[in-house]
């Protein structure tokens, strides 16, 4: 006979009977039956030795013969902070059709050691398919089509691989549980048998994660907890860029990224995104601006563009690509209130070119520069960019790294950089002015082209 119980779609915690809240986690409306039993027989297969666990001390624990493993693509080397660490669990998450399938399939055949592809969702003719598209082979990649997590496991065995992929966690199913497969305690189970195995071999195992209609990882949030890594593959997928980011990493900074193009023949990694994200027109035109922004520790030049138009309909729309919709409307309402300009009967629509989601608070300035512009229909000053914060009584705020920043925007020629009076700058470069400004009126005076 069949048991069940009452899952938390959250925290994964479960319950004898349905409750409107989960007592654990405080959620509301997040319990949902799953059929549970067959408890005893969960097992990771692993033999009484090498269960067994004994306590060492720290400065005893060898860690020298334990290198990361080195893939050939940087960016994602870099984002894992240099390499996948042995024994390490990996989580990447992103939307339908964004790429995860073809970056790790790119990974598994550029790597020299051994790697098992395992696919839940794909059979081998697909996939071998797809390795046709991206123009690559290997013989050190095999490729498992398996959903059975103790399969798998078995496989691993008598592969012996030094890299394993699953694609995805939601396809397994255990045998120590009897619900269906992407239900909250199979994902569960599953990644927990994985974590385990992980950690007894040394074996570093990255796992595809969907993604749920608010961006989270389907499932339940321990899964995020249990693994080492967690990576966001994100971008617009009506556009070529990709960004790969880190939400969680052990081992690592979680400030770094890395930018892909997605071409006919795969994932190409981006090692000069500001020159590749600003469009070379030669005359300035209203409505634009560049910012100077910096993701993780790279320095990158990205264009912004306004359209400020009366508003056709009763309410005015404001609508964003590439950048959070609160906060432009914060930033309206500091243009209204103290620059005075009245944008509330206007549509405001913004665009980060690339569909690029910046996270850096300087590229408010740019922002704003370009509503300005487009809304005045006046451009701005050939060769000028920006970097400083707004904050919310509509003056300038200094930024970090303002160095790089400006050493970046030399490189690409630019002539003006415009930031927060407070900002402390070290260097004195040669090539391009520093213009310090400390409120968004001084903006107005100074930066707008005569009108011709
Ligand atoms: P995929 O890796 O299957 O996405 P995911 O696993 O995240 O669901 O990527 C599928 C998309 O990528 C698909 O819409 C086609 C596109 N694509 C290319 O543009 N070029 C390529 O070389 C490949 C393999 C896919
Ligand atoms: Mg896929």
Redesign the pocket.
Known sequence: MSKTAFYCQNCGNHFPKWLGQCSACKEWNTLAEEVVYNRKKASTGLSKNEASSKPEKINEIDNSNNPRILIKDEELNRVLGGGIVPGSLILIG??????????L?QISLALKNKVLYVSG?ESQQQIKR?AD??QDNSDSCYILNETNVEAIIKHIRSVRPELVII?SIQTLQTDAIDSSPGSVSQIKESASHFLKYAKKTNLPILL?GHITKDGGIAGPKILEHMVDVVLH?EGD?NHIYRILRSKKNRFGSTAEIGIYE??????RQVKNPSELLLSNSKEPLSGNAIASTIEGIRPIMIEVQALVSSAVYGTPQRSTTGFNSKRLNMLLAVLEKKAGFKLGAKDVFLNITGGIKIEDPAIDLAVISAILSSNLNLSLKKGICFAAEIGLSGELRAVSKIDQRINEAERLGFKTLVIAEATKVSITPKNIKILKYSRIEDLLKNLFREQD
């Not at 992103?94 to 970056?103: A, H, N």
């Not at 997605?262 to 994932?267: K, R, W």
């Open positions: 992103g939307e339908p059709g964004i790429g995860k399938s073809t970056l399939l969702e797809r598209r991206i694609d595809v593959f997928r997605m071409l006919n023949n795969g994932l």
